[in-house]
Structure formats: structure tokens, C-alpha cells
Nanobody, 124 residues
Framework: QVQLVESGGGLVQAGGSLRLSCAASGRTVSSYPMGWFRRAPGKEREFVAAISSSGGRTSYADFVKGRFIISRDNAKNTVYLQMNSLKPEDTAVYYC?????????????????WGQGTQVTVSS
């Protein structure tokens, strides 16, 4: 079993920054791709970013390109999402997940373990 715990969410003004962390326990996630998703109120869950097991490849949703950066520290079994230039429309619960397919994917079906999420609220 793998437990994923997100942290770092909170309330921030538009234009501000937050750094989310996803700490894994139970088993290492260093051999797996990892992803971040989000769900805004009244909307479907959507892909935000993903990173390969080595950290050498990343993928981003168009709406966060140039603003968010995904990274990982395999020695700490932790994945990060640095969020800059935040907008009110970034308000959502952010979830991290472990990839199950060995490849980066934007599909939620490609992830097998999920965290409980951390709330990010961006005020205008």
C-alpha cells in the first residue's frame, strides 16, 4: 500500500505563489511517474501536471504552462508543485497520484493511488 499526503495549500491572493508537497509513505514511489490533478467546485477533476520517475520528463496542462512547475525528490519520496502567478480560477482541491502505467499520462485512469487533497483558494 502507498499513502500519499498533500500539504501546502491555503489562501493566497491573485498573483501569489504556493508550493504543494506530496509525501509518500508505505512504499517508495521513486520508480513511478507522479501526477497532480485538481477539482474545482462544480467541475470535473482535471489533469494539472505529471513527472517521470527520474524527473527528466514533465507534462503540463495548457492552462498552467509557464506558471506551475512539477518536481520530485526521490530521496525524500516527495513530489512538489510550485504554483506561481496564481489566478482565482486555480481555486480547487489539488490531488497527487501515483502513475500505474510507467509512462506520463494526463488520464486519471493511469493512476492507482491518490491522496486526500489539499485546498487551494486564490482570492481576486
Amino acid at each position: 500500500q502507498v499513502q500519499l499526503v498533500e500539504s501546502g495549500g491555503g489562501l493566497v491572493q491573485a498573483g501569489g505563489s504556493l508550493r504543494l508537497s506530496c509525501a509518500a509513505s508505505g512504499r517508495t514511489v521513486s520508480s513511478y511517474p507522479m501526477g497532480w490533478f485538481r477539482r474545482a467546485p462544480g467541475k470535473e477533476r482535471e489533469f494539472v501536471a505529471a513527472i517521470s520517475s527520474s524527473g527528466g520528463r514533465t507534462s503540463y496542462a495548457d492552462f498552467v504552462k509557464g506558471r506551475f512547475i512539477i518536481s520530485r525528490d526521490n530521496a525524500k519520496n516527495t513530489v512538489y508543485l510550485q504554483m506561481n502567478s496564481l489566478k482565482p480560477e486555480d481555486t480547487a482541491v489539488y490531488y497527487c497520484a501515483r502513475g500505474a502505467l510507467g509512462l506520463i499520462t494526463s488520464s486519471a485512469r493511469g493512476y492507482d493511488y491518490w491522496g486526500q487533497g489539499t485546498q487551494v483558494t486564490v482570492s481576486s
